[in-house]
């Protein structure tokens, strides 16, 4: 076309302009100009469409941010005309982040915790009014509804859609050669001795870790312990917890390796697959990522549950506890949208559930009815392959042999800010290496215990 | 410009600046002029937010709900109560005085070494500059790759020249005297390069005649390097330590990353125990009180040695 | 170029030998101590898993062919070139803003202002007492309220609050050890202050501003505490705070990646410094600061 002929030219969605070709020339110049700092100029002003923004975790499972990020929520916000963004953050981060958000006063529309973000409770949305009709509809298992409700002020500070299980992995064919199963710590003591020797030792960390804190109170409530009762209190002054702490401070010196103080989340990972340990508790990563990487060695690691202790039964510490909040300072569309996708996340969970590979399991019981978990489970492809179709069978009964941190009361700011110091694991450590006795590391962990309840309890959230 | 070559200027009588109101105003109102905007930037930027700091520290305030309630002292006394707080305040006070001690010397002897001439000088240099280059976040976690429970690169080594039986495999990050080698050790290996440069520009503005003076006087190389050389050096070498010390106090990345303050909270320092407690943990009033604790004595420590720089400074 | 460690030349042939082997010794040994994690790091990124993770293996042969697969994870799989892209330019604005700022208060400090002056001067070193790991929650409430949020700009922003106050006592110190005779002259001749402090200051202190300018390069890519809480949208991260976010996923470490990341990060800076250290010493031989 020659110079003032014009034509009509889009000029972005569904608009037109009519521009004469020197007009095109200038503006693809000046386009080629502005798309170079494209990135670093911000146009959200600009845009007309309403925006949704959620922090998530980098998922452990890779598929699953695809799947989440570039499909689900692509779906979604093609159907409610909605731009929806995702960020991603490492777990360790994310009490830092949020604490930014809170001081900030803006942040994401939807913040994923993956555990029970009680502390954060006066900043969050009261979710109640989504939360009751979802848990009509499909009920809420009870370790989950514990991880995001708080009974003193009757509030629902965040939703949990989602939980791990915490199970035990162990060298079935070590086990089997000194005769043993791990079905209590009994038996893991007695049989760690042989395993040690053996080369194959138990891999419980005893560490400032996420792992740590999981074990470790698996131990304090089997053996019929735990931090408060279920009024809330500190109770974890008594004979029982120093039991506990003998039998670590025994399974430290004669059935593992000294490594284990300085493990973080991945070490046991790392130990089970590279055929160091004999037993370890953790979320069936190390079982997928065997099967993935080493498919040869696979078979010799099996999943189990929790052990038994000798006065209660099995009980695990649920792994992750996915819980959304919504920030209370936000403006109130955008906590509406937040709220919107939450209730259409919640009643579209089972695609979730398949694209994290069975890592997550349901908390709304029905959005994945029991007989559907089962199935995936023993169906599940990568254990057939393997010829062993009830590798993950002991995951069915998960909900009844886990529970939630602060069991057997509701998790709470101070559970979560004792949780955060490691002041349990610390316990465990101290008498592990003799640098108290079990009495002293006991008492000495209700000394920084108690004030941090006191705390929270001035703040009338506990 | 002046005269080059390695002439001293000699300090003849000044010429006195033209006086009269325009001079001496011009400089009374440029002075602060120039000055004002670094001024402003630290007073908005760290100023400001110190204070608020200071008032959380008195406060009850969390990360969940950062309502400023008085609460007097209460969280420094808590702190001073708290064993891991204790802790972590010797681990600083240890980590810092340690690693800069280490650090002064080797980088001293460092760079007296990089002055010289030999072949290869060049790519020794660029490889010496690879731990200030990396960023913290990234060189901490190699380290803890080579300090690995299972695969240290490190153990390895120290096996294969045999200072290690075959059966022995020290926990670098588990056994707290390990832990805090290990720490020690990174924030060396990070500052290194940085104090090597800062002296090695000490070193070259020496005059030559003094040192040749000195030769001419009869003075050995070790004489030469004690009487003369190091105590040349003490202006940048003062500011070197200072920077260092200051930077190692407050630095929390390489106990955060390598440790995260294990084995069993026992390789803590105050920043980051502040950051585990307030943040992490969501006691944001009490990671207040952990973080400016020091603050008093710190303030001290810094204008005591900062006045020794300047006397030194002058003095030269 | 001062060769403090010249020996006369009368010495005994023997004696440089010995201080030959002594200074091949001390080099290689303090070579080996910083670069050696950087090696390390090379080897990694290129080791299979099947044979980082074996503890019978050799670490430093490779067992198993060499595999480009952690690096194609760092660079395709994850957005690293624009991580280091973004780090490259906040560090670049960052080391601007910091000149402007610090040169011209540097010259106050060092000329300008007498015993308030020096208060002042301790007064903004004393800001480093203050650990970042508190101020950043402050400072997020400033940043949002700026509307800065999840943008580089808010690192451009508070970055220069740490760069600043050492970079002005670094060119205090510089300025001072400059024979005030030299602007003198320039300003009997008829130059304004700053005129003076532009043609005569300036030009004899490039040793001192190119100080600056590696000082603040490095604090501004070496930060990651506001770099992790005030962006949070991937395209937007630093190098910092990127490769641990998607190399780090749960409790499985991709450590081939993760260490080929940290190396391909730190090169180029250190080839930059290297290069910058050779024009910082050889403006120093030109006896500019005699």
Redesign the interface.
Known sequence: MDERTREWVEVSDRRWRLVTRRQLLTAGAAGAAAASLLPYVNLRAWAQTRRLTILQWSHFIPAYDKWFDNEYTKQWGKQHDVEVVVDHITFAQIPARAAAEVAARSGHDLYQHISPPANFEPETEDLTDIAEPLIKKYGMIELSRRSCYNPKTKKFYGLSLSWTPDPAHYRKDAWDEVGYTPDSWDNILVAGRKLKKMGLPIGEGISNDIDSNMGMRDILWTFGSSEQNEAHEVVINNKNTVEAVKYVRALFKEAMDPEVLAWDASSNNRAMEGGKISWTLNAISIARSLERNNPSFSPKVQVWAPPRGPRRARLGSEHVMYVYTIWKFLPPERKRLAKQFLVDFANNWEKAFYASELYEFPSLIGTVPPEKVKQALLTDAAAHREGNPHKYAVLVDAPKWSTNVGHPGFANGAVSEVFDTFIIPQMFALAATDKMSPEDAVKWAESQIKPIFAKWRARGLL | ??E??????V?GP??A??RGGGWLT??RV??????A???L??FL??????L??LY?SVS?A??????LQFVGLTNFL?AVN???FRSALTNTLIFTFVSQALVIV?ST??A?????R?PGR?V????????????????A???K??FD???S?VN?MLRAVHILSPTQ?P?????PSL?MAAIIIVHV?RM???SA?VI??G??????EI?DAA?VDGAG?VQ??FHV?LPMLSPIAL?AIL?GT??T?????VVYIL???????STHV???W???????????AQ??AV??FL?PV??AG??LM?KLA?AA?TGV | MAQVLSVPVRSLGASRLVGRILLAITVAWFVFFEAFPFAWMAITAFKQNSDLYNIKHNPFLFNDPPTLEHMQLLFQGTLFPRWLANTGLVATLVVLITLVTAVPAGYSLARLTGGWGRRVGIGLFLTYLVPPSLLFIPLSRLVAILHLQDRLWSLVLVYPSFTIPFCTWLLMGFFKSIPPDLEEAAMVDGCTRLGALRHVVLPVSVAGLLTVVIFAFTLSIQEFVYALTFISPSAQKTVSVGVPTDLIRGDVYYWGSLMGGALVASIPVAILYSLFMDRFIAGLTAGALK
């Open positions: 410009m002046g080059s070559g390695s002439a001293v200027v300090r000044v010429p600046p033209r011009r400089d440029l002075g602060p002029l120039l000055l905007p670094a001024v930037y630290v930027l760290v100023g400001i937010p110190l608020l700091a959380l009850s969390t990360t969940g709900s950062p309502t808590r708290s064993t891991i080797l002897v460092l007296l070494a990089l002055e010289q030999f060049g020794v240099r660029f490889l010496i500059l690879l731990p200030w280059a990396a960023p913290i976040a990234l060189g976690i190699g380290w790759w080579m429970s299972l695969y690169v390895w495999f926990q670098w990050l588990g056994v832990a290996w290194l390069p940085f440069v090695l520009a070193l070259t503005s020496i005059p030559q040192l030769a190389y030469r390097l050389i500011i920077f200051v930077f106090f407050t630095d929390m990345g440790t995260s303050g294990g084995p069993f909270n105050l920043a980051s502040a950051f585990q407690v307030g943040i992490i943990a969501g006691d944001l990671g207040a973080a400016l603050l710190l303030l810094a204008v900062l300047g400074e």
